[in-house]
């Protein structure tokens, strides 16, 4: 059976991923990043082992020594560790160096540019999860009303421009403004603060930039988000078709549709 | 003497503005609509009314009344108004109608429009206070250092980028990276959360878009911002050089030094 590295972050991605490549014929050689590895997926991995964020030299030797040439690097990494001192081996020193003042972005293409000269090939998320990724359409039996729409529309086409300035996925709208945009603070945060300032009925879009890296990143949305919107007493939720995941969408959508939240997904 | 219709609201620039009207031999004719009237502001108005933002009927006909063509409009209006119920007369609910779900800026753009078609023509804010507007260069005696520089760079780029949008006035970063947006929260909320995000050294931006309307508003910085900003150990203050009023700018870039937070002008 062929190998997949996988470098796991926190949540339950990591482990559907794994999965997913098991089920597409390759062995998931994990390596947990932030918590420790779940015991699902320390079940389906032939091999796990743990390392640091900066411990790049150490990770790339272990994913060579067990002949992965493709890698998966997915799950949240808690973005304010890059505001605190971690632990960085010489890889990791030399990669900073080389892009330091040229924000995250650059450096995580550095990273993936390091594992690629390395031989191992990183490979888009959706490879293995494309089944997560809606298409066009209202995924929920609830419909927006026609002053949603112009919201959520409003919404999309804004949180794209957000995205392409290379600022953050989510803004919430009420009435065609801007009531709150994610920087690097998350997207519960932005959206419990358009709650309140926007009041009860604000619209949550989620969009990537036009050159969104995949390999590292896919907007996603799930329980969590749905129950913060629903806190705040939020009107729509809006992520890209084919560019978003949606965790456990039948139940998500049966949760939102309770709730009165319908869920689009645009083109 | 000529008057001056003066729509006050909150903050020391009504009576700022009120001054220099004097000084160019104008006689403020004082419309207040968001707290009771400053005294000093009383002392040198001939007249003052007092009516809520939405009373565009009466305030109109008060200012024809008392023979006012030309209208300044300044000084804070708190925008959580919009998303509370407050009174409105026949020609606000008429303005409101015609321009629901246009967003703020059209709405103020009508409310202007309004005046005028009555023959009361708005001024530009900085007719009267461009002395408040500073040249561009280091505001302070303390220089930003030269990573702080490609962060100012960065961030007021960024800033006018997020003000084309819409979005709002003030960005916070820091390597590089934007840390908190501002939508409507306001700009000491914006930099708090800029802070508790960024950590210290951050730093904030600020800039209007490039079709920025200064009848009705003129990006301000002043005692509060720096005090918010020193509060969070913040690195430096961006405004745009003649686009940008700097309240007390002697006394402010004095404070600024001893604090250590160079105060810059860019063009």
Known sequence: MKKLGLIAGAGDLP????????????????????????????????????????????????????????????????????????????????????????????????????????????????????????????????????????????????ARQVADLGIGQTVVVKNRMAVAIEAIEGTDEAIKRGGKVGGKGVVVAKAAATDHDFRVDVPTIGDQTLKTLRAIGGGVLAVEAGRTFVLNQPALCEQADQWKIPIVALA
Not at 66 to 78: C, M, N, Q
Not at 132 to 141: A, C, F, H, S
């Open 15 to 158: 482990l559907l991923l794994a999965q997913s490549a098991l089920a597409q014929n390759r062995m998931p050689i994990v390596i947990q990043i932030t918590q420790p590895t779940s015991l699902q997926l320390e079940s389906i991995a032939s091999e796990t082992y743990a390392f640091g964020i900066g411990q790049v030299q150490k990770i790339t030797r272990t994913l060579l020594d067990s002949g992965v040439r493709e890698l998966a690097i997915i799950g949240k990494i808690d973005t304010g560790i890059l505001f605190r001192p971690f632990l960085v081996d010489p890889t990791a020193v030399r990669i900073l160096a080389r892009n330091r003042n040229k924000g995250t972005r650059a450096i995580v293409a550095a990273v993936i540019d390091h594992f690629e000269s390395k031989g191992i090939r990183v490979v888009e998320q959706h490879q293995f999860l494309s089944r997560l990724m809606p298409e066009e359409g209202v995924l929920t039996k609830r419909q927006p009303s026609q002053s949603q729409w112009a919201d959520v529309e409003y919404g999309m086409q804004l």
